[in-house]
């Protein structure tokens, strides 16, 4: 189960209104967290374009206190880094929980 996810969603600047959705989506429907993960990145990437960056998430991850996620994450700059919704096909490829 996600953990601190609001706290994500929040320091990604993720509207209010979706982080109380995403709560609803998990808390009464089939949602699952890979999906609210999904939800958060996608909101991130569609209200920040181009600044929406690896890099830029890993900051977030690391100023949250994922060291872990900084980690994994970080293997990832080594990429293309062409796209968040690859980072989070390969994060739920390896069962990665935050």
């Known amino acids: 189960m996600l953990t601190n996810w609001i706290q994500l969603a929040d320091s990604l600047d993720i509207p209010s209104t979706q982080i109380r959705s ?29 600044a929406a960056t690896v890099d830029s998430l890993c900051a977030t991850l690391h ?20 796209c968040i919704i690859v980072l989070y096909s390969n994060l739920k490829q390896r069962n990665f929980r935050i």
């Open 22 to 50: 995403l709560r609803r989506q998990l808390n009464y429907e089939s949602t699952t967290d890979y999906e609210v993960l999904g939800n958060i990145l996608s909101t991130w990437k569609s209200h920040n374009g181009e």
């Open 63 to 82: 100023d949250l206190g994922f060291i872990n996620v900084e980690g994994v994450l970080s293997k990832f700059l080594q990429l293309k880094k062409s």
